[in-house]
């Protein structure tokens, strides 16, 4: 069902209820070649360091062990590009729970792998470096927002080429139905228009664009 | 025949014509998969706004609903990504005019769908959010900037994977012409190069590189 | 065999040595189709200018037609996007030489071509304008700096979608070797995280991420 | 009164309330040498533009003839550098309203005048360039956004050399009220300390940093 | 004579000729407490490097020593930040000459020392590295730019808080005379105002603002 | 002792023992009227959050709380401007100890308060917003980086208005007294310049600038 929602339309029915901030405005690319990713949010939050870590990699590698069925791990940097904090083998680990993507505001390394692997990756970019010693969870399982919109454990996330939008769960139920209806309704508009109505009857007449 | 013409070469004859800054210097992607547009601009300029808008969408019902063939619609949004500001309905809208593709120094949104209809659109990135009550048109068919470049209606415009040029009307005949001859020049150098010569000798010899 | 290293892995080679700041942290893409180079750097230096230049191109053409099998130009300019300084002809006259590929701290332009020649191209991106009297090389087969990382002639050079990493000469064949023991360990924890083995286990046993 | 207030403690009273973003993240500087501005809220909105404009300064002139006492002038530009929107003769005339000051979300000229005018003008920076025919206001008195906080005509807003805050008029009198507590609050906290009480037990006893 | 002229009039007197384009849209401070800059462009090509300069300073030694009364001298370095590229010691020497200051599109140090002797300097920024071997001056004595815009060595050049403006020589005289007639027009627009008339009454009968 | 060095001279002897990145290029403004700051670096190291702090404060107030004369607390925060992290009540305990200033590579506020105090404080800029729950300390006492720039507990610091450099402990004996020849030899290259020998003559017979 979820996915013959969009992004976009999912935002749409947000913007209608009153939720006009649940889309970062960064650019969060597709890198592995998978252009649709729907799921819950299970969380990570990193920071950057400069010093030996005495525990590398712990808290990333107890989240990935934690994956359940249709998480998608949304890993907040900040944007920070200083490592590639996600990559093939953390893939590997989490959709062996059932997670069916990551979303890493920041940088990731290993694209050519995950993308054959078919694992949904949208991020800021790429950088080369192990994230040991550069980068750390120091949370997990918490809220964490990107770019100053809050993604909480559990909310429905979508993400395509248009952009991420996240669901805060309290408004789920309503989002949705709303949104279904404005795939109908934008349907009706196109294909009057497509049929060669004007844009300005068009609006009249149906009211969305 | 504009279509054997390419970005690069036309900018060149620009230069040698004395207009040296025919191409904005700002990264206009091709989004829709179409890597090749040409045509005649017509335009409209944006403004972000915060208010509720009383005539949503009026002027960009208006500028879509006018498109004649051969427009290309020019969007100037100052590089705002504060929403996504053509889509699916307008392309739509646009190209039942005749309209060949966009230009949106800004967001866009529906690239998936866009893809599918083969509309070129080369903007700035995407945002899943809707226009309404964030940005609107405020003129349009007036001369527009994007990145200090000047685009009127009318003027032929050329967009490619190396980047967007547009050409003033009183000079377009003979920068069209220089273009021509450019071309041809670099194939012969080209040529040469591949057979075996040098480079330096190559443009002591044609002059060109 | 060098092309079954690729650039993180090489990365966490040059980590292990405390060679830690190898790799630009700027985005240098592959813009012609090819998606991995590996080769021994030949450099240029480029500084852009607004005069006219009395001696267009000089150095690029010595630079080009000096080129030597294995090798990759590394064209550095400080991220200017001021004119696209590498472009069909100049890699045309590379190739001739034996050179495999260009990665550009700056503009480029003839993507398309270059595609169609199958030339190795990464660079920040693109720019129509010709380089005449915009930029120029002022200095060629020296070391240079692309964000703070330096590259100097002959040094042996990995870039893929991950990014790009420079080897220095005096631990070369440390790091190759290193490299290759990371690959066979990375190896044998994906395929047993693949197996089912959850990635605390297998950090554990293996300690290798 | 409100002059005991500053910034930060009305930011802490409306965190306090649940309103977490009322400040912009942008650097708006105290550029005439005034550097406390407290008043309500007057807004213009801007809008960058390239073509002759047929009714030059229309609104602004309209804008600053309207000014109260009390008023605070937001002129809401996007961050646009791309002319001095506000100067000498618009402080002239606003001040004779009784407008005590302006924050300008773009670039200012004439601030050796201003400053000699004791002219309070809160900007990201300036510009020599007139707005003729590059920047117009496109509406008065609405809603406007800076970095994404909304101010609306009204509103108290507090500038000064750590920040601007705005507060929504429907909590005004209780984030007030807050304010004054923290002021309080924070004050018996710093005198503890400095009379030599470590910080730990300062925020232990009196709860407060 | 020059002094009571500024520059955002200066900036107004080219707009009317059709020169539009005269001021850089960075931001050039004065970091050395100076903060009034007049006179003719001396210019200097600046160049990263990361190599060892075979003849350290060589060109900017002999670009100070060169200067005459009235030179302002124009680093133009492209913004880099990498070095300090002005100095106290520079600024002797060029003060030797007759230079009242200098206007750097990059970083300079020293600037305590600068501001004691009240040399004038007006920079993007500050850099403590020394520029050996970081870089160097390539060309002088050539127009140069900041910005896109040109500075041509002998234009007239203003520099204070609001920006930098610099006039083409063909058009100089004409400036003049147009900035010292808008230096009149604005005192009495200003009178009026200051008088109590309202602002767009002032506009009207005055047309100017 | 240290006050009659500065940051650009102890940077030069830097670059003369082969450490020739020590100083961030980041600007690091002196926010408080106090534009010398020399000790020895305490380090905390900071990290965005979004949730609820379960023990706010807690590791900064430690940190303060540890403060021993001749400490500059060096905050190091990746360059995030979420919320002011440092203000007058730190400030007011760390001096307690014995600090001497604050350098903060994020915001800070309270800037006109610790100007009252005395308090030197060099940070990118304010921030109204409060750190708690935006912005914690996950580590004290640790190596950090400023922009790649390494500042370990015990390092030796300077900053000024040229910017800010750090002395590793194992050189610091050294730089200091090359540090202390070069004041010498630029006082006299100076002192003959201002006596009016040409800068190259200068250059050339006292090889320093």
Redesign the interface.
């Known amino acids: 069902m979820r996915h013959e929602l969009?992004?976009?339309v999912v935002?749409?029915a947000l913007?209608a209820l009153g939720f006009t901030?649940q889309?970062p405005?960064v650019?969060l690319r597709a890198?592995t070649g998978v252009?649709v990713l729907v799921g819950r949010c299970r969380t990570m939050?990193w920071?950057?360091?400069?010093?030996v870590d005495p525990e590398?990699?712990a808290l990333e590698?107890?989240a990935?062990?934690a994956c359940r069925p249709d998480d998608v791990m949304v890993a907040?940097a900040?944007g920070?590009?200083?490592s590639?904090i996600w990559?093939?083998?953390?893939s590997?680990?989490a959709r062996?729970g059932g997670c069916t993507g990551a979303i890493v505001d920041g940088a990731v390394?290993?694209?050519?792998k995950m993308a054959a692997m078919g694992f949904a990756c949208f991020a800021r970019?790429?950088?080369?470096?192990?994230s040991?010693n550069r980068q750390r969870v120091?949370?997990i399982d918490?809220?964490?927002?990107i770019d100053?919109v809050?993604f909480a454990p559990g909310d429905l996330v979508f993400a395509?080429?248009?952009?991420?939008?996240v669901v805060p769960r309290e408004i789920e139920a309503e989002a949705i139905a709303r949104a279904w209806a404005k795939v109908h309704a934008?349907n009706v508009?196109?294909d009057a228009?497509?049929a060669?109505m004007?844009?300005?009857a068009?609006?009249r007449k149906y009211g969305v664009?």
């Not at 970019?125 to 192990?130: A, K, Q, V």
């Not at 918490?142 to 927002?145: Q, R, S």
């Open positions: 969009y992004s976009a935002c749409d913007d901030r889309s405005r650019e890198l252009h939050l920071a950057d360091m400069a010093h590398p990699y590698l107890a990935v062990d907040a900040g920070s590009m200083r590639g990559g093939e083998l953390l590997t680990a062996n390394r290993d694209t050519a970019g790429t950088s080369i470096y192990d040991q120091v949370d918490v809220a964490v927002e100053g809050r395509d080429d248009d952009g991420v939008v934008e508009t196109r228009i497509r060669g004007k844009a300005v068009a609006y664009l």
